[in-house]
C-alpha cells in the first residue's frame, strides 16, 4: 500500500536520484472512500519540518455571531478533499513535482475560551514559522486569521492580503468584544500587520449596519471591490490589477467561502445573497500565481449546513488552488 512519496524530478518524471517528494494518494491504488483522511490523503507529520508547504486546521468556532459548525470544518474539507487530483487540468501545475507537502494535523484550541485559543493559535503557528514553510489552513471560523497572521508578520513583515468574503470583516467591536470573526481586519491594521495599500477585498455585499460599512477599508487604503462590480463578467482582468497592486511583497490569501454565493457554497454561517460564482472564486485564486504567496486560509465552512458535502468539495478544490499559486511551482511542458 502506496501511502508516502514518489521520487520526482521538478518537471514530475520518475528519477532516483531526484528528491523524494510526497504525492496524495491516488483513488486507482485506494478508492477514494477509504485511505487516510488527510487533506487530499497525504502523508502526514506531527511539525513542518523540512516541507514546502503544510495543510492545518484550526477547528474553531467560538467567534461566531450566528451560526455555528465550523469547529468540524477542517474534518469536512479533508474527507472531501479525497476527490482532489494532483494535476492542474488548466494551469498544467502539480505542487507536488516540486514541493515537500504533508498535512500536520490541527491546532488543539481551547474550545471554552476565545482569547485563549487565539494564544494557542498564534504560538502553534510561531512554531511553523520557525520552518522555511507556506502554511494552508482548514478553518474554522474568520477569527483565526487575525492570531495566524501575528505569527506570519513576525517573519515576513506587513503583509499584503486577498481577501474574499461578503463583510468586510472591519467592525470594531461585536457585543463589547474586540476579537470576533466580524473584527479580524481592522485588528490587522491597528497591529500593522498588513500594509493597507496591498490589501484587496473582494465580494463584498448585500446589506450593512449604515450606509458607510465599506467606506472605513477604504479610507485605510484598502482596495474593495463589491460583488455588484463582478456580476456577469470574469475576474481575470481584476486579477492583473490586483498583482500590479501587490507587487513583489509577501502576499497571504484569505477566503471566507462565504464570498461566494449560497447556490455554491450553502454550508456557511452567514450565507448572503448576489455572491461571487464557484469559477469567480477559482479564477481570483489562479490569479495569485506569480504573487510572492507565503500562505493562505479557507474558513467559514460549516458542515452542519452543508448536507451534500458540495461546500467542503469546493473548499478543499480552492485550497488546491492555493497550493499552485506558490513561487516555485512551474507549469508542466505541454
Known amino acids: 500500500m502506496l501511502i508516502g512519496g514518489r521520487d520526482r524530478d521538478p518537471l514530475g518524471e520518475t528519477t532516483g536520484m531526484s528528491q523524494r517528494f510526497n504525492q496524495p494518494l491516488s483513488g486507482n491504488e485506494m478508492p477514494r472512500f477509504s485511505g487516510p483522511g488527510t487533506m487530499m490523503?497525504?502523508?502526514?507529520?506531527?511539525?513542518?519540518?523540512?516541507?514546502?508547504?503544510c495543510f492545518v486546521g484550526i477547528g474553531?468556532?467560538?467567534?461566531?455571531?450566528?451560526?455555528?459548525?465550523?469547529?468540524?470544518?477542517?474534518?469536512?474539507?479533508?474527507?472531501?478533499?479525497?476527490?482532489?487530483?494532483?494535476?492542474n487540468m488548466w494551469t498544467r501545475v502539480s505542487p507536488f513535482d516540486s514541493l515537500?507537502?504533508?498535512?500536520?494535523?490541527?491546532?488543539a484550541i481551547n474550545t471554552f475560551n476565545l482569547l485563549k485559543s487565539i494564544d494557542i493559535i498564534e504560538a502553534a503557528y510561531d512554531e511553523i514559522m520557525a520552518h522555511d514553510v507556506a502554511p494552508f489552513t482548514l478553518g474554522g471560523d474568520h477569527t483565526?486569521?487575525?492570531?495566524?497572521?501575528?505569527?506570519?508578520?513576525?517573519?515576513?513583515?506587513?503583509?499584503?492580503?486577498?481577501?474574499?468574503?461578503?463583510?468586510?470583516?472591519?467592525?470594531?467591536?461585536m457585543f463589547d468584544e474586540k476579537i470576533a470573526h466580524g473584527t479580524p481586519?481592522?485588528?490587522l491594521v491597528e497591529e500593522r500587520l498588513v500594509d493597507p495599500k496591498?490589501?484587496?477585498?473582494?465580494?463584498?455585499?448585500t446589506?450593512?449596519?449604515?450606509?458607510?460599512?465599506?467606506?472605513?477599508?477604504?479610507?485605510?487604503?484598502?482596495?474593495?471591490?463589491?460583488?455588484?462590480?463582478?456580476?456577469?463578467?470574469?475576474?481575470?482582468?481584476?486579477?492583473?490589477?490586483?498583482?500590479?497592486?501587490?507587487?513583489?511583497?509577501?502576499?497571504?490569501?484569505?477566503?471566507?467561502?462565504?464570498?461566494?454565493?449560497?447556490?455554491?457554497?450553502?454550508?456557511?454561517?452567514?450565507?448572503?445573497?448576489g455572491g461571487l460564482t464557484s469559477h469567480q472564486g477559482i479564477e481570483i485564486v489562479r490569479g495569485c500565481l506569480g504573487l510572492n504567496v507565503i500562505g493562505g486560509d479557507l474558513v467559514e465552512v460549516s458542515p452542519?449546513?452543508?448536507?451534500?458535502?458540495?461546500?467542503?468539495?469546493?473548499?478543499?478544490?480552492?485550497?488546491?488552488?492555493?497550493?499552485?499559486?506558490?513561487?516555485?511551482?512551474a507549469p508542466r511542458n505541454a
Open 100 to 107: 515537500q507537502v504533508a498535512d500536520i494535523g490541527d491546532v
Open 60 to 87: 474553531f468556532d467560538i467567534g461566531t455571531s450566528n451560526r455555528t459548525g465550523t469547529r468540524f470544518g477542517p474534518r469536512q474539507i479533508r474527507q472531501e478533499s479525497s476527490m482532489v487530483r494532483p494535476y
Open 144 to 173: 483565526i486569521v487575525l492570531p495566524i497572521l501575528r505569527a506570519l508578520a513576525k517573519k515576513h513583515g506587513p503583509l499584503g492580503v486577498v481577501h474574499v468574503d461578503a463583510h468586510a470583516d472591519v467592525n470594531d467591536t
Open 198 to 205: 496591498r490589501v484587496v477585498q473582494i465580494g463584498l455585499r
Open 185 to 187: 481586519f481592522r485588528r
Open 207 to 273: 446589506t450593512g449596519y449604515s450606509a458607510e460599512d465599506f467606506d472605513w477599508p477604504r479610507d485605510q487604503g484598502f482596495r474593495v471591490v463589491q460583488a455588484e462590480e463582478c456580476w456577469y463578467k470574469s475576474l481575470a482582468p481584476l486579477m492583473v490589477e490586483v498583482r500590479e497592486q501587490m507587487g513583489e511583497g509577501a502576499v497571504y490569501i484569505s477566503f471566507d467561502i462565504d464570498g461566494l454565493d449560497p447556490a455554491y457554497a450553502p454550508g456557511t454561517g452567514t450565507c448572503e445573497p
Open 304 to 329: 452542519p449546513y452543508d448536507p451534500s458535502g458540495n461546500t467542503a468539495i469546493l473548499a478543499a478544490n480552492l485550497l488546491f488552488e492555493m497550493l499552485c499559486t506558490l513561487p516555485g511551482v
Open 41 to 53: 490523503r497525504l502523508p502526514s507529520q506531527p511539525t513542518a519540518e523540512g516541507l514546502d508547504a
